[in-house]
């Protein structure tokens, strides 16, 4: 259970069910937990990165590694800020067909 998706979904279900507080506080906390997740992306893709470098010893190979490091973060910036501008609607309902199953 997503504590972020199911306050989007009360609101949605009853807008007069959810202050204006509790949702400024919802997306303020869903964008930590995302900012946090991107963190832990770009860190991995550095660790990567430098790994790669390390075991070329190569100049060039580690220019390559930074730039696709750079381009693994642009990308995933990209999709995050694609995330944030999206329909709410559109990404409950993804939540829940993922979630399913459980």
Request: negative net charge; aromatic residues 10%; proline residues 1%.
């Amino acid at each position: 259970m997503n504590k972020h998706i199911e306050l989007v979904k009360k609101w949605l279900d009853d807008p007069s069910s959810v202050t204006v507080e509790q949702l400024r506080v919802n997306t303020e906390s869903a964008d930590s937990a995302a900012d946090a997740a991107v963190d832990a992306y770009d860190a991995d893709d550095a660790a990567y990165a430098a790994a790669a470098a390390y075991a070329a010893y190569d100049a060039d190979y580690a220019a390559d590694a930074a730039a696709a490091a750079v381009d693994a973060y642009d990308a995933a910036d990209a999709a995050y800020a694609a995330a944030r501008t999206a329909d709410a609607e559109y990404y409950v309902k993804k939540y829940e067909e993922l979630t399913r199953s459980e």
